[in-house]
């Protein structure tokens, strides 16, 4: 049913939405398409509405409106959105900033519970999404359902994360005594987030939760083809309670809204999706400035390899899936292939009958496995490719032909595409199209074949087909990708799932190499904050100390069990024979239950002395040693002895003295349950008040 995870302690699994298995392995798939269906009818009648900016919990209007259109029929406008200004950035980053204080003082766990509740209307109304998914970016129901789920994952895994972690604060470890020291990390401030159009709530809502499940604000600034996924996603965020100014929403042109955005002064981090280019020339802008988070996934150029110890129908199907689902326009879609050559011509010959039965349609229809592409522009780009290598002498498999006439004469459309006998080195097997389109060759050496594979400036997935799991892992190990997959037919290079394949690039495909939907995710939102809190008698060694050790006159503490160390002779010998013998002990104090300084004869139960690891009569050996033994007041020798154990002090009482002083306690000494408590060794049982004798070992061995 989806990745699922045991943690730590109580906290409940992990599991995957995963809408399209269930539905499959519950023998309900015509329920499902039912449901489909008539969301995509409810969708069609609110298509044209005309949607507002929202900064700071407030609709605004910009500068005019532009039309989102379906690209399955471009005649057909889903909504009117805003054209924002450079103006509305500034507004938005200001409510953005406003919200920022309360927002991360926010405890994690309020924030965590926004978000959980997100990810429950959002799977309450995964139809009506998917369906305005189709008719906004084209993608048929089993990609637009997929792209819902990964959502509503997004949003539940990083709540699991967050509580995992219990909101990323750790205790360290104490370093001198006394010294609390903690790891907290701590949101940035303002992040802008900037969408691409291929998965609209997904990544969106991906990199949105990430800031600010962390306590960053966020303005968002969505694809101009896919504006409305991240309006939906706003309404539903808000309904979940969201706080007003937290998540802004700006649409608009690059120009006009997202370059204004990059260049704001009070934006202290960027999340981005999209091409190598404009992601580059934004990171060298923005991180050029000053050192700031730039989190940024700019696609890939990813290779399947099929090895001679292949499993064909396997490799088949995988590479098929990868190439052409949602019409190539993932970045981590299958774009060149490589096939041992004893495997080649049997691999072309099944992958041909294959590709041909990929049916081009309109989206929403139930038979649709391919729809339109996003854009003119797109469209554009495949028609270029096509040119390119017919012109290098390149042999179709499939496709390479531009769908213009009868039902799709209004979309995008383009078929499915395959070429092979390009020459080596051709810009098919090295440049990112972003469209239906893979290159197809034959290698013979697997070492070459890997250096092949390594051979381009992209680094986010790659597969390989082969039964033979050595050849796997040397694979696994070679290869120079972020995400990598063996013998995987449901997507030889797709397909990864929350919480199951962090999804981040290497080289120019990413910036940090720390994938979404992955365990180190959202450390990317966070800064670390080292802190140390001196407590207890430690914390009077002086502003100018760095150490209790640098001062002689406040040296470690050490605890001796007595009930009146000036009336009991053996214990009273024991600290004139230390002192004698060290020449280091200045005086005797002790210290009461607050913490201060007091001179003999005040005493102060075990009880209320707490030792550097901060539990009631704990036996730590660092700074003093507070031996819980029988209730009795804890006296501290104060001295230059480094890690001196109460033990130590029994070699100076002779046995007879030492087990004269065992057995007048054990008579003498009253043992409530509240103050004694002795576990394994001897249990204290108070019964109405009177003395406890029923001993049959003491804790520790007294002097």
Known sequence: MGASYRPVGTLMPFTNENTLLKAQQANAMDKFHAHYEAAVAEARRHLGRTYPLHIGGKELQGNG????????????????????????VKQAVAAAKAAFPAWAATPWDERVRIFERAADIMAERKFELAAYMTLENGKNRTEAIYD?????????????????????AITMGEPFPGEKCTSVMRPWGVFAVVGPFNFPLAIPTGMATGAMITGNTVVLKPASDTPLMSYLLHDILKAAGLPAGVFNLVTGGGRDVGQPLLEHPDVQGVVFTGSKEVGMKNYSMFVGHRPRPYIAEMGGKNAIVVTAKADLTKAVTGVVKSAFGFGGQKCSAASRCYVHESKYDEFVQRFTEEARKVKVAEPSGRDADMGPLINEGAVKTFEEAVQKAKAAGGRFLVGGTTLKEGAFAKGNYVTPTAVVDLPAGHEAFRNEYFVPFVAITKYRDFDAVITEVNAVEYGLTSGIFSEDPAEIQAYFDRVEAGVVYGNRARGGSTGAMVGGQSFGGWKFSATTSRGAGGPHYLEQFLREQSRTLVTGPWARTGSNSTSPWERPSQAPLFVIPSNDWQGNPCLFEAVRRLKNATNKTKRLRQVGGDGRLYDPPLCHPLASCRGPCGSPGCACLRAHDCHHVLGVPGLL?????????????????PLRARRRERLRLLRRQHLPRDVCRGERPHDCGRQGGQRALGHRQLPLQLP
């Open 637 to 653: 020798l104060v001295g230059r002895l480094v890690r001196l154990r109460i033990l130590l002090l029994q070699r100076h009482l």
């Open 65 to 88: 409106t532009f039309d989102d259109t379906n690209p399955a029929n471009t005649t057909e406008v889903v909504g009117r959105f805003q054209k924002g200004t450079a103006e509305h």
């Open 148 to 168: 819902v789920d990964e959502a509503t994952d997004f949003l539940r895994y990083y709540a699991w994360q967050m509580r995992e972690h219990k909101g990323y």
